[in-house]
């Protein structure tokens, strides 16, 4: 067996050393080919270089200009794991008819393979993330009793809605894992400063103290820590939001999951296990479990099976080009509570959990009409946890529904009234969520109205919009809401 080699998000144990040891690569061109979060930048150098310490003479880690370069260096042919984007998929496909790679195995990093996926899909219409979740359980023999689910419902989503508690400004859990930095954080930290002074890198958003699992002892006491302490609190308040409060009950475990840290499967028999002991609810236990092994999966196989232009699809023909506060992360260019808030946590650390990102971030982005393509690299390079495979599902089929609703069966907007139920937020706000004219009128309310006329034609055949356009047409101040938000235009609300 030769040498393995392994990309930044393959460094877990399933992801199995070669008998001659592994090769770790930091590529300058692929740090410096997007402006990624310095965050991000961090928690990838980082974890190369943790794995290769753990792992000593078995691995060789090299720092080249390109991924090419450094295997022209090593020397000898190399075995890898299938990549998880189209990118590296060319370049192994490249190497592997030169026989510089030798063999390309199937990933590890999630419970289903690619070939089982694209025959589960079949000739399927659509391909419903329902029904893919329901067929993850039964198949991973996850929260069922033969062909039943565990509680009579495959899902509990209706009782993991409820907003935060009134008069909370945080959620009362115990805090998240949080990681201690040591020499080779130091190291990153004093090399990105480095290169960022040099020209090399162009990072966006702050650098702050590492929040995030890098290595596999981490990531495991990360695990323990959320399924001990809080994922009980998790499932009633999973979709809520409070200023003070950044990781609510959310587990945290989406980088060192696609850092390839952990396992999906002994994260779910983990939060399973706490359900069989009476330590966890099931509606917080399941919930968990859909993230992972229903929506995280369902988003990886729906990268491969949709093709690589998935993410240039515009069905609502959204052409407006990201304003540079939003793309420069300028929250102090907001005065909207909720968007000042979302934009200050990306810029900080790089993350805020899904709700801030679809219905704040993706509602904003959506009313406005923002071009989808580059909607998905903006999440893709300022968020620690985004990836080539992990966005577009999320922006262009969930966020966006400029796939015409190949994977939702609805778009997700919505208007002020949907922020102040499930935050904190509209209470301190200059604007008011009740109202969508004039000098305090909520721009998420609205930006949904006009939305919704500017939309119309092209969302008139969807059931589940039927009433709302009903609504829109009832609207006596609908003109005066579709003026007031074009004469808003680009502009920091």
């Given at each position: 067996m030769t040498r393995r080699w392994l990309f930044a998000d393959q460094l877990g144990p399933h992801f199995r050393v070669g008998r001659d040891g592994v090769l770790l690569v930091e590529s300058r061109r692929a740090l410096?080919?997007?402006?990624?979060?310095?965050?991000?930048?961090?928690?990838v150098l980082s974890a190369l270089r943790h794995r290769a310490a753990e792992l000593g003479d078995a691995a060789v880690l090299l720092r080249t200009k390109t991924y090419t370069e450094a295997l022209e260096q090593l020397g000898e042919p190399v075995t890898v794991y299938e990549p998880t984007s189209y990118a590296a998929e060319s370049l192994v496909r490249r190497l592997l008819a030169s026989g510089v790679v030798e063999s390309v195995d199937p990933t590890p990093g999630y419970t289903l393979p690619r070939a089982e996926f694209a025959q589960w899909a079949?000739?399927?219409?659509?391909?419903?993330?329902?029904?893919?979740?329901?067929?993850?359980?039964?198949?991973?023999?996850?929260?069922?009793?033969?062909?039943?689910?565990?509680?009579?419902?495959w899902s509990f989503d209706e009782e993991n809605r409820e907003g935060?508690?009134?008069?909370?400004?945080r959620l009362d859990v115990p805090a998240p894992y949080r990681p201690r930095e040591d020499d080779i954080d130091a190291e990153v930290r004093e090399d990105l400063d480095r290169w960022t002074r040099e020209g090399v890198l162009s990072p966006v958003g702050e650098d702050g103290p590492r929040l995030f699992a890098v290595t596999r002892r981490e990531a495991l006491a990360a695990l323990e820590r959320f399924v001990t302490h809080r994922?009980?609190?998790?499932?009633?308040?999973?979709?809520?939001m409070?200023?003070?409060?950044?990781?609510?009950?959310?587990?945290?475990?989406?980088?060192?999951?696609?850092?390839?840290?952990?396992?999906p499967l002994e994260v779910v028999d983990r939060a399973v296990q706490a359900y069989?002991?009476?330590?966890?609810?099931?509606?917080?236990?399941?919930?968990?479990?859909?993230?992972?092994?229903?929506?995280?999966?369902?988003?990886?196989?729906?990268?491969?099976?949709?093709?690589?232009?998935?993410?240039r699809r515009n069905a609502l023909q959204a052409r407006s080009a990201l304003p540079a506060w939003f793309a420069e992360l300028d929250a102090d260019a907001v005065e909207a509570a909720c968007l000042h808030d979302v934009l200050s946590g990306v810029r900080e650390r790089g993350w805020v959990h899904h709700i801030p990102r679809l219905m704040v971030l993706g509602n904003w982005a959506a009313q406005r009409g923002y071009d989808p393509d580059a909607l998905t690299e903006w999440f893709q390079t300022r968020f620690v946890d985004g990836y080539d495979w992990v966005m577009p599902a999320n922006v262009v089929g969930m966020s966006q529904h400029a796939d015409g609703g190949a994977m939702a069966t609805k778009p997700y907007v919505a208007g002020g009234a949907y922020i102040n139920r499930m935050s904190d937020y509209c209470g301190g706000c200059r604007?008011?969520?009740?109202?969508r004219v004039g000098e305090d009128?909520?721009?998420?309310?609205?930006?949904?109205?006009?939305?919704?006329?500017r939309n119309a034609a092209r969302l008139e055949g969807n059931q589940r919009m039927a009433r709302p356009l009903q609504q829109r047409g009832r609207l006596a101040d609908l003109p005066d809401v579709v003026a007031q938000e074009r004469d808003r235009g680009s502009a920091a609300p």
């Open positions: 410096s080919r997007r402006p990624f979060h310095r965050q991000k930048l961090h928690l079949g000739d399927r219409r659509r391909v419903r993330m329902e029904d893919f979740y329901r067929f993850q359980r039964q198949r991973l023999d996850l929260l069922v009793e033969g062909s039943h689910p565990v509680g009579g419902r935060p508690p009134k008069g909370a400004t994922l009980g609190s998790f499932g009633p308040h999973e979709d809520a409070l200023r003070g409060d950044w990781a609510m009950a959310h587990s945290l475990l989406s980088v060192p999951l696609n850092l390839g840290l952990l396992d069989r002991d009476g330590s966890a609810p099931l509606a917080s236990v399941e919930g968990f479990v859909r993230q992972v092994i229903g929506w995280r999966e369902y988003v990886w196989h729906v990268y491969w099976h949709f093709g690589p232009t998935y993410r604007y008011d969520p009740r109202k009128a909520c721009p998420f309310t609205a930006g949904y109205w006009a939305y919704l006329d």
